[in-house]
T-cell receptor
Framework: KQEVTQIPAALSVPEGENLVLNCSFT??????LQWFRQDPGKGLTSLLL?????REQTSGRLNASLDKSSGRSTLYIAASQPGDSATYLC?????????FGQGTRLTINP | DAGVIQSPRHEVTEMGQEVTLRCKPI?????PFWYRQTMMRGLELLIY????????DSGMPEDRFSAKMPNASFSTLKIQPSEPRDSAVYFC????????????FGDGTRLSIL
């Protein structure tokens, strides 16, 4: 059974810092890994999708990496802004379903 | 472009009542999904469809839960009878392709069963 873990559960940093969120998964037989953002009272917004054959994806200030063999992914956020404050979830797509981690609640302090 | 639309946004009802949640997937997305999110269990897949046919309902917790897709633009999730432990946020999502495209989520229905 696939298990996805995100550490830390919460993170607070001052504005302007670069930061890294971590995601690990137990079963490397995946089709892709996705990073989502969730704002309070809202649904999930897809940020990046990395196919199993890829090593990284970039979108603006966001860069996600995937090391399938070690079961790890990181989401790098450059020059953080208060608007980046949200919960970030990673999810791995297996043959049956998308399995989510519990998320990292990120707070960027002005 | 319109995203996934869910209704109602909030629902408060007494235990034993029937609850119906509604979803309009993004037009052209052949894969609608229903998820449930709680603090204890996080985000869990309940069921998904392809071309209006339920493909995997192994996440549906009990027979009290049922989901239908009468056409490509509308899906319902029904709970009958409802219980307090069903209180959660229920999300509908859709995607073009189940394995290689991102899922797009609605804003959810926050359900409270008293």
């Amino acid at each position: 059974k696939q298990e996805v873990t995100q550490i830390p559960a919460a993170l607070s940093v001052p504005e302007g810092e670069n930061l890294v969120l971590n995601c690990s998964f137990t079963d490397s037989a995946i089709y892709n890994l996705q990073w989502f953002r969730q704002d309070p009272g809202k649904g999930l917004t897809s940020l990046l999708l990395i196919q199993s054959s890829q090593r990284e994806q970039t979108s603006g200030r966001l860069n996600a990496s995937l090391d399938k063999s070690s079961g790890r992914s990181t989401l790098y956020i450059a020059a953080s802004q208060p608007g980046d404050s949200a919960t970030y979830l990673c999810a791995v797509q297996g043959a049956q379903k998308l399995v989510f981690g519990q998320g990292t609640r990120l707070t960027i302090n002005p | 472009d319109a995203g996934v639309i869910q209704s109602p946004r909030h629902e408060v009802t007494e235990m034993g009542q029937e609850v119906t949640l509604r979803c309009k997937p993004i037009s052209g997305h052949d894969y609608p999904f229903w998820y449930r999110q709680t603090m204890m269990r996080g985000l869990e897949l309940l069921i998904y469809f392809n071309n209006n046919v339920p493909i995997d309902d192994s996440g549906m917790p009990e027979d009290r839960f049922s989901a239908k897709m009468p056409n490509a633009s509308f899906s319902t999730l029904k709970i009958q009878p409802s219980e307090p432990r069903d209180s959660a946020v229920y999300f509908c999502a859709s995607s073009l392709n189940r394995l290689n495209q991102p899922q797009h989520f609605g804003d959810g229905t926050r359900l409270s069963i008293l």
